[in-house]
């Protein structure tokens, strides 16, 4: 832990230098970004899970009035798998049936802070973020011929203190034609982020036979190194 604060601490004072003091200074903005986002377990949790995550992410942030320094939040949403199976409404109607999905999934919510170029056209960035990673298995009850839900509950779920450190860049794509207007860019960005212990449940852990509702519970750290790639839009 005194590592990674060190090692924050480091890329914010480096960062204050090469974008803030080399650069001419640019009045606050606000920004938005959605991105579709890959999740690639790491080390224990990569092991034990052996399954890339696929979903999505998004951003909110503000940056500081004549300032290389942004503030925000990020959020995003993972799946890991989907297991399917199709059961008896009831043990006394067993001519019946309903599918039932099994699905893995890792939600996580941070706070960051942001150095920024700003350079109009193309803008690299690095990233300093705290927060948690969730980890649930949600079970859904489906209509088998409309795939509408009929009905779903959370069965296992867990919670891990998660940090990290990223990067990436922002393309300029489009931009207004009047002073101080809004622009869009294609963003790309990686990060590492340490997670705490966590229990969790993986694809095909979970068994039924003899009318029971047991979990196969793996428990490790959540080290997972996530990509995005998406568009964001700033004012």
Do not use: C
């Not at 803008?123 to 839900?149: C, H, K």
């Not at 029971?212 to 995005?228: A, G, K």
């Amino acid at each position: 832990m005194k590592f990674f604060y060190a090692t924050s601490l480091t890329a914010l004072l480096a960062g204050l230098f090469l974008f803030g003091f080399v650069e001419k200074a640019a009045a606050q903005e606000a920004e938005f970004a959605l991105n579709f986002q890959i999740g690639v377990p790491q080390g224990d949790f990569g092991e034990k899970l052996d399954r890339t995550g696929y979903g999505i992410s998004g951003m909110a942030g503000y940056r500081l009035p004549y300032s290389p320094l942004m503030l925000g939040i990020d959020a995003g949403f993972l799946t890991f798998g989907t297991d399917r199976r199709r059961v008896p409404i009831s043990p006394t109607i067993p001519d019946v049936t309903v599918q039932v999905d099994n699905s893995y999934n890792m939600a996580n919510f941070s706070f960051f802070t942001r150095l920024t170029g700003r350079d109009i056209r193309f803008r690299p960035y690095v990233d300093a973020l705290i927060g948690f990673n969730y980890l649930y298995t949600d079970s859904t009850i489906r209509d088998r011929r409309t795939q509408e839900e009929v009905v779903s509950d959370t069965n296992f779920d867990d919670f891990a203190f998660a940090y990290g450190l990223g990067g990436g860049f922002r393309v300029l794509i489009w931009e207004g034609v009047a002073p101080q207007t809004s622009r869009a860019y294609f963003n790309v960005n990686a990060r590492y982020m340490r997670g705490g212990n966590a229990e969790y449940v993986r694809p095909g852990s979970i068994d039924t036979s003899g009318g029971e509702l047991t979990f196969d519970v793996l428990e490790s750290r959540t080290d997972i190194l996530n990509f995005n790639i998406g568009f964001t839009v700033n004012f």
